[in-house]
């Protein structure tokens, strides 16, 4: 069967240099007669992933020495009540800003911990546009933002103005482009949308935040635990840290997050530069507001959607039914959808057009 284009939002597309050498990992691995899936966590070839995986990140986003670089389990909805359980003081106070879904469902795990204050949200217009111009207490421990509204197709393009730690729930575009680390205390990111094959969680933590709350932490909910450990305190999930790893080599091949923000830019121009054009769509988000990796839009008439999502399956795109709370199409276009999966979507819908207008 053709290979598709594939515009899910997670479990997401993978390149198709990285899909191959995971498969021949699987079957032999660096030819040692054994499959990545039944090597020791312990062993001498799973350790150097894991070390190359950590500097690879560190390497692509410039890390200070301070930041640490762990892989977990548990996705980034783990992370919603981890961050709060390790930053969050139950004197102290927190700030969210409400972009979505994924912003709502990590206020309400912070609220086991602590006072959280909802700064700004976007729930007014179905969350379609970001929140800007709030006013930011001083005397809250962290603001904690979603970079990349994954559902509603919305991405931050400029960070509040604020010198409090931020924490940011990245899963939707971690890697898509360069990022002033210095203004962040802790990014995580679930690896399944712009990284690798869901089952690990990307956390960089500015080890300085951590030890000032008095609660007890359990031990593997303690960011230290994975610190000391180098992500191996318990058995690490061994292949999607290993596809990340395979993915973070080849955004470093491909001239890292500047050469993918370049290339990003370009895809996300042709797809919305139709929606724009083409009478049958018009974009779901504020135009300032567009998400480079998670185009949402809805047809203009009735009664179109499943005739648009046959033609674009029969031109061989998949995954562009939009989330139920937005309806209408998703194309999500991460790191890895080349400029000819785009130009296809933009053609299917030019010819779509043609054909019912
Ligand atoms: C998908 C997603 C999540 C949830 O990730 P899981 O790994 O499934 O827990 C959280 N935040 C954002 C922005 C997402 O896109």
């Known amino acids: 069967m053709a290979k598709k284009y594939n515009f899910s939002a997670g479990p997401a597309i993978l390149t198709a240099e990285v899909i191959k050498e995971a498969a021949e990992a699987v079957s032999n691995w660096q030819e040692s007669g054994l499959s990545i899936l039944e090597v020791s966590h312990r062993g001498p070839a799973f350790v150097a992933v894991l070390e190359e995986a950590m500097a690879l990140t560190k390497e692509l986003l410039s890390l200070p020495e301070n930041y640490k670089v762990l892989f977990l389990t548990g996705g980034a909805s783990s992370q919603f009540y981890m961050t709060a359980m390790n930053l969050l003081d139950s004197n102290g106070k927190a700030g969210y800003v409400d972009t979505g879904a994924w912003s709502k469902k990590a206020i309400k795990e912070a609220n086991h911990f602590g006072p959280v204050q909802v700064l700004a949200t976007s729930e007014d217009k179905n969350y379609s546009y970001v929140p800007k111009n709030y006013d930011i207490p001083t005397d809250i421990s962290y603001l ?10 919305t991405e931050m393009h400029q960070l509040p103005d604020t010198s409090l730690p931020l924490v940011c729930d990245m899963s939707s575009n971690i890697f898509s482009r360069p990022i002033d680390i210095e203004r962040y205390g802790l ?34 909910l303690d960011y230290s635990t994975h610190i000391k450990k180098d992500s191996s305190f318990n058995t690490p999930p061994v292949f999607p840290i290993f596809v ?38 018009k974009g779901a988000a504020a135009k300032e507001d567009r998400s480079l990796m ?64």
Request: proline share 1%; hydrophobic share 40%; glycine share 10%.
């Open 244 to 281: 990340s790893m395979l993915t973070m080599r080849w955004v470093k091949k491909m001239g890292g997050v500047e050469a993918m923000a370049k290339h990003n830019q370009e895809k996300a121009a042709i797809v919305y530069d139709e929606i724009d054009r083409n009478s049958l769509f």
């Open 294 to 357: 998670n185009v949402t839009f809805v047809a203009t008439q009735e009664g179109l959607d499943k005739d648009f999502l046959a033609a674009c399956e029969a031109a061989g795109c998949v995954g562009l039914k939009g989330h139920r709370s937005v309806g209408g199409f998703r194309a999500s276009i991460y790191n890895a959808m080349t400029i000819e999966g785009v130009k296809t979507l933009a053609s299917v819908m030019q010819a779509f057009e043609k054909a019912k207008g």
């Open 144 to 153: 904690h933002l979603t970079s990349n509204n994954t559902i509603f197709g």
């Open 187 to 220: 990014i995580y990111a679930g690896a399944q949308k712009n990284m690798g094959p869901a089952g690990t969680t990307l956390v960089i933590v500015n080890e300085d935040l951590l030890g000032k709350v008095d609660r007890k932490i359990p031990t593997m």
